[in-house]
């Protein structure tokens, strides 16, 4: 795994900054995404990574500002290219999305229409951003399926989704998403649906293709071996905040938050040549609802250090002065 | 194609033959041929030979097999009443039936697919709610008791439009088909029976487009094409709207079978010379043969109907395209 | 045949006394349910749907009407001005009398004819009160009925499986596409016959019952069928099987309580339906006889008198005929959102 410094003179392609995201109900509202904020550069890989929950998925799509109602970013705002995302109308938006910023969902079973040929889903995309002709536009569409290893391109074209197998489909997703060379791609648990045999593959297309092009990418996942294969950098998230943020090697290798260390020891394989135990780590409890995240660290009453101080106040992001990662945690000095 | 056509004509042939049993038990139980033939009064005898000559002392199952084997070559029986094969009587009914279920399901579709769209996308506007609450007192409101009040309205108080009747008629095809269509008379005459039937579906209609095109906006590709930037427009009625046309037709085209049936109020409020006053007059005058042929005629027609819209379905749907073709 | 006779003939009686009891027996436990089983009326109170009910005007405006019109039809013969079903209530000289604030009413004789009389001199609330009693019965009994076919039968199917469901649910399928009210017709022309018209009419109630609850078995057939198949995929009835339960214990005790619920929410669109079927089996002259009229019998008799200028006969137990209708449809709506059960789509 190499580790590459980001180009820290240029304008970070994503800044996202003390972004919060509430769902206002009938009685209270739930905040899902609080506090959040980090810096994406150009061609650098990263991680987000967090249980079903933690509001990771919730802050990839409000990079797009496409959250499910009653869903709204109440705080923050997100630089993208140095522009600010949260004023945007739909209108504004609709040239972004898809263009410069590309999405690939989790579930290639359902990302793509079912009634529509792999030809028109591609087709479609470059026409919404390009002054394309048909001809042209199914040039390029083929071109990119040929780039994803995909055989044949000219006869899939006209084909529907049920006739791909899971990991072709999900390589349809990333040809999509690269058809407009887009500066950034958020792929939202892109492997989690698909064969664990396949999922490698997948990873090392995105990695090569993100390389290759030189495009940045926002890797959201539960899983800290995808993260560790891919990402640059990691961010780990607990109940809706970022708990731990830097370089990925240092993250994996020296864990500096405890629900950080839990994910890692339950891992099931064993890191940086530490002997296996035989037995995986698990950590107690549960991950606390939206409706009753408990005062302080929310991640207090599961933590095996917590002294008192974690019940009380909130633990802001500190740089940890071994590793030069930020933690939120009241221990890390 | 062919595999999945076949196996749906099976599948007609058998609802068929099962609607022939019905219509044999009906006519075995129900009906007199022999009083059919001449009437109440004769004597005993006579009754007998006639019994005899026509065949009612056979083994049942030969009786059904002759039944089915006249039916097929349309011989379903003399009306009683109109003393003339069933059969024609029946088609001489039918364009008016066929002319009113035409324009209500040409109303409907022309009416419930926007209207269930947009209460869709927006349902929390105004213009969705009044959509919905006028389709749930449409549904509350008994086909003929609309027809009574538009008579009321725009025939009695307004003077309008004529209460009866199908108006000035213009023979086609040598004088087989009589169509309203061509005159403004007869247009008239179709404005409020066409009404009253489109009211008793139109709801129903709505609430299908409705509830599929909101189930389809939950759907993970919706929100991906919204990903890609696509326009509304598109994102609406290409993504969204093709995936709801497809359970919209399978039950769509049940639904608009039984519009078939609803004629029967119609036409008795408005006086229709149709299929659906027909059968009501035969239910009357306990016209046996002429019940037993409608039936048939009807279930024909559904067969037909479902038959078409299976085939329909299947040339939307890819996967069943696809499926045949292999 | 004779039994048959014997039984039938009791049936309206029968119903009658248990609506009456069913619904004495609903406003008892309202009114007492919170002291006698408090815990129940707890758990009642706290549930999703009362939670629900309570922030919905429709739903408690619907209810409350509908409550007022049962409470009306069931307590008829006490509250409605005359009996209709008497013969001396006949009296052809006041056929036709319009409502008692139009010209030609007969306000002195008040309450009867305060809607005007029909066209045997009837008064015309009181007809239209029993008349609603009669819609009632019949919409609520045919739904017992077909909800106890349908059941019945929609578990067989979907717990057999195969060719008995395969059999089964074409039938519904045939039956459903044919409409209701068409099978409904044929169903009332069999009974015609073997009756005859004169024993049909006395018989009408339970006769309508019979004919309604056969022709609408299959909504429920499906309904039942689908939940019962997306239940038997679950894990509990595999363990059911596992540890060598009975079919029909599994059927009965682990599938059927799991199916009920969207069963509930179809009985009561179904009620309102079996209601239309009446009205319009009534209207076309299959249905109630003159004599004791159901609401769709006396806007069949009215509509003849419609285009003479009496439109009262007609317009107005159409009218309470909508409105028992849609306060009924409107609480169906309510239950099924709030319920959100997943119903077969062929609504």
């Known amino acids: 795994m190499t580790s590459m410094t980001p180009p820290s003179a240029a304008a970070p392609l994503l800044e996202v900054q003390h972004l919060e995201v509430s769902f206002p109900t009938k009685t209270k509202t739930l905040v899902a995404v609080r506090d959040v904020s980090f810096t994406l550069h150009r061609g650098e890989r990263l991680g987000l990574v967090g249980e079903s929950g933690a509001g990771k998925s919730i802050t990839g799509f409000s990079i797009l500002k496409l959250i499910s109602r009653p869903g709204r970013i109440s705080n923050g705002s997100i630089l993208f290219e140095g522009r600010d995302l949260v004023p945007l109308s739909e209108q504004e938006m609709r040239p972004l999305r898809g263009d410069r910023i590309s999405m690939i969902f989790q579930d290639p079973m359902m990302t793509l229409n079912p009634v529509l040929t792999i030809g028109t889903q591609m087709i479609e995309t470059l026409l919404a951003h390009r002054r394309l002709s048909r001809r042209e536009a199914r040039d390029q569409a083929i071109e990119t399926l040929r780039a994803v290893h995909i055989p044949s391109p000219e006869k899939r074209m006209d084909q529907y989704p049920h006739q791909f197998s899971g990991g072709m489909r999900q390589r349809i997703v990333i040809a999509i998403a690269l058809l407009t060379r887009p500066s950034l791609i958020i792929a939202d648990e892109p492997t989690t649906a698909l064969d664990v045999t396949i999922q490698a593959e997948i990873l090392d297309l995105l990695l090569e293709l993100a390389e290759h092009e030189g495009m940045g990418l926002l890797l959201i996942t539960h899983d800290l071996a995808v993260v560790s294969q891919v990402t640059d950098r990691v961010a780990v998230m607990y109940a809706g905040r970022i708990v731990e943020i830097g370089p990925t090697e240092q993250v994996v290798h020296a864990p500096q938050h405890p629900y950080t260390q839990g994910l890692l020891a339950a891992l099931p394989q064993t890191h940086a040549g530490e002997p296996g135990t035989g037995r995986l780590a698990q950590i107690h409890g549960i991950m606390p609802s939206l409706y009753n995240t408990p005062p302080g660290c929310a991640f207090h009453p599961r933590c095996p250090v917590r002294i008192h101080a974690c019940s009380e106040t909130v633990p802001a992001l500190r740089p940890c002065s071994q590793t030069g990662t930020l933690a939120a945690c009241h221990l890390v000095e | ?326 | 045949m004779e039994t048959l006779f014997f039984i039938l003939s009791w049936t309206q009686p029968t119903i009658n006394a248990l609506a009456i009891a069913a619904l004495s027996l609903f406003f008892l436990w309202m009114l007492g349910g919170r002291f006698l089983m408090p815990a129940a009326w707890g758990r009642f109170a706290d549930s999703h749907l009362v939670y629900s009910f309570r922030r919905d005007a429709v739903a408690k405006g619907s209810l409350g009407i509908l409550l007022v019109l049962l409470v009306a039809s069931f307590a008829c013969p006490w509250i409605a001005p005359t009996n209709p079903y008497d013969p001396a209530s006949l009296d052809l000289m006041m056929a036709q009398t319009p409502p008692a604030w139009m010209e030609g009413g007969e306000p002195d004789q008040l309450p009867a004819f305060v809607l005007g009389a029909d066209d045997q001199g009837r008064d015309l609330l009181s007809t239209m009160l029993y008349g609603m009693r009669v819609s009632l019965v019949i919409g609520i009994g045919a739904v017992l009925l077909q909800a106890v076919l349908g059941i019945a039968i929609g578990l067989t199917a979907g717990y057999l499986g195969k060719r008995v469901e395969m059999l089964l649910m074409r039938l519904a399928d045939v039956q459903l596409s044919f409409s209701t009210l068409l099978v409904a017709i044929f169903i009332g022309a069999m009974f015609r016959t073997a009756f005859g018209v004169a024993s049909y009419e006395r018989l009408a109630v339970p006769i309508l019952i019979c004919i309604i609850g056969l022709a609408e078995w299959p909504q429920y057939a499906r309904t039942v069928r689908a939940s019962v198949l997306a239940e038997k995929k679950k894990e509990y009835v595999e363990a059911a099987r596992v540890v060598g339960l009975p079919a029909w214990r599994i059927m009965l005790r682990h599938i059927l309580p799991n199916t009920l619920s969207p069963v509930l929410v179809i009985s009561t669109v179904q009620v309102a339906n079996a209601m239309m079927t009446e009205a319009g089996l009534s209207f076309l002259g299959f249905g109630m006889p003159v004599t004791q009229p159901s609401l769709g019998s006396l806007i069949n008799t009215g509509f003849e008198y419609l285009l003479s200028g009496s439109w009262w006969i007609t317009i107005f137990p159409g009218a309470l005929l909508v409105v028992l209708i849609l306060s009924i449809n409107l609480l169906g709506d309510f239950c099924r959102d709030v319920m959100n059960p997943r119903l077969y789509k062929g609504m």
């Open chain 2, 1 to 326: 194609m062919i595999a999945f056509l076949i196996r749906r004509l099976l599948q007609a042939c058998i609802v068929m033959g099962v609607i022939s049993l019905i219509g044999f038990s009906l006519r075995h139980t129900v009906g007199d041929p022999v009083r059919e033939m001449y009437g109440m009064s004769v004597s005993a005898e006579v009754r007998a030979e006639a019994r005899e000559r026509l065949g009612l002392n056979d083994p049942i199952i030969v009786q059904y097999f002759r039944f089915l084997k006249n039916a097929v070559q349309g011989d379903l029986g003399n009306s009683l009443f109109y003393q003339k094969p069933a059969l024609e009587v029946i088609l001489s009914k039918a364009p008016a039936t066929l002319e009113l279920v035409f324009t209500s399901a040409l109303l409907i579709t022309l009416l419930s697919v926007p209207c269930g769209i947009y209460s869709a996308i927006h349902p929390r506007r105004l213009l969705s709610r009044i959509i919905l609450g006028v389709s749930t007192v449409g549904v509350s409101v008994p086909v003929f008791f609309t027809a009574l009040m538009c008579i009321s309205l725009f025939s009695i108080t307004l003077g309008w439009l004529p209460s009866f009747g199908r108006g000035e008629l213009t023979p086609l095809f040598g004088g087989a088909w009589e169509t309203g269509f061509l005159t403004w008379s007869g247009i008239k005459h179709l404005i409020m029976p066409s009404f009253a039937l489109t009211s008793i579906m139109l709801p129903l209609f709505i609430r299908l487009v409705r509830a599929e095109m909101m189930e389809v906006l939950q759907m993970d590709y919706v929100k991906y094409a919204r990903a890609k930037g696509l326009s509304e427009r598109r994102i609406y009625w290409v993504h969204a709207f093709r995936n709801t046309l497809l359970p919209v037709i399978t039950v769509g085209g049940v639904q608009l079978g039984i519009l078939i049936a609803f004629t029967i109020l119609t036409e008795t409020v408005f006086n229709w010379k149709g299929l659906g006053g027909m059968f009501k007059e035969a239910v009357d005058r306990g016209d046996t043969s002429l019940l037993v042929a409608y039936m048939v005629v009807v279930g024909a027609l559904f067969v037909v109907v479902n038959t078409v819209v299976d085939v329909i379905y299947g040339m939307v749907n890819p996967m069943v395209r696809v499926v045949g073709r292999k």
